[in-house]
Antibody
């Protein structure tokens, strides 16, 4: 059974940093791309970032480019999102999502809430 | 970047109705279109990939069609458990943009 478990969310002040983690199990971790997708309170889904499988190519939404960094540790089956220079508009539930063979998302974690506020 | 526009933004229909949601890409994306369902308070679930391929376990009343720039999600006979927000997503290349969502309610 595929499982994705996010952690690391919380309350942070504007300009601060936070690192999210996503522990994965139930599939060959290194073979699949993984992504972060966020959802602000009462709003729609916003793709944030993707890292490919073995090669580790990274992709970012313009809204986070230069501030966020996605990475993966294939030895630990864990995905990360380092978030710097956080803004109020980054407040959202952040979901970890596994890509299918293509870049749609067939499994999602339960999400972790990030609140950026003073 | 390619924009994804869904219509309508919200929809109210009766049980048993045929419901259609559309998604339009600002440029062609071939068949690289997915549909997701997000029930209230729940995690999104993948319904359809490659514009028309139903995921395992998804009821057959759901179907998808389209290619290029215009896509549709159809529910042939609306059921109470279909109350949700539906999102399309392009995945031909980054950015893997979602549509703004369609909120489906029962009349």
């Amino acid at each position: 059974e595929v499982q994705l478990v996010e952690s690391g969310g919380g309350l942070v002040q504007p300009g601060g940093s936070l690192r999210l983690s996503c522990a994965a199990s139930g599939f060959t971790f290194s073979s699949y791309a993984l992504s972060w997708v966020r959802q602000a309170p009462g709003k729609g889904l916003e793709w944030v970032s993707t890292v490919s499988g073995r090669v580790g190519d990274t992709y970012y939404a313009d809204s986070v480019k230069g501030r966020f960094a996605i990475s993966r540790d294939n030895s630990k089956n864990t995905l990360y999102l380092q978030m710097n220079s956080l803004r109020a508009e980054d407040t959202a539930v952040y979901y970890c999502a596994k890509a299918s063979g293509a870049y749609n998302f067939d499994y999602w974690g339960q999400g972790t809430l990030v609140t950026v506020s003073s | 970047d390619i924009q994804m526009t869904q219509s309508p933004a919200s929809l109210s229909a009766s049980v048993g109705d045929r419901v259609t949601i559309t998604c339009r890409a600002s440029q062609g994306i071939s068949h690289y279109l997915a549909w997701y369902q997000q029930k209230p308070g729940k995690v999104p679930e993948l319904l359809i990939s490659a514009a028309s391929t139903l995921q395992s376990g998804v009821p057959s009343r759901f179907s998808g069609s389209g290619s290029g720039t215009d896509f549709t999600l159809t529910i042939s006979s609306l059921q109470p458990e279909d109350v949700a927000t539906y999102y399309c997503q392009k995945y031909n290349s980054a950015p893997y943009t979602f549509g703004q969502g369609t909120n489906l309610e029962i009349k």
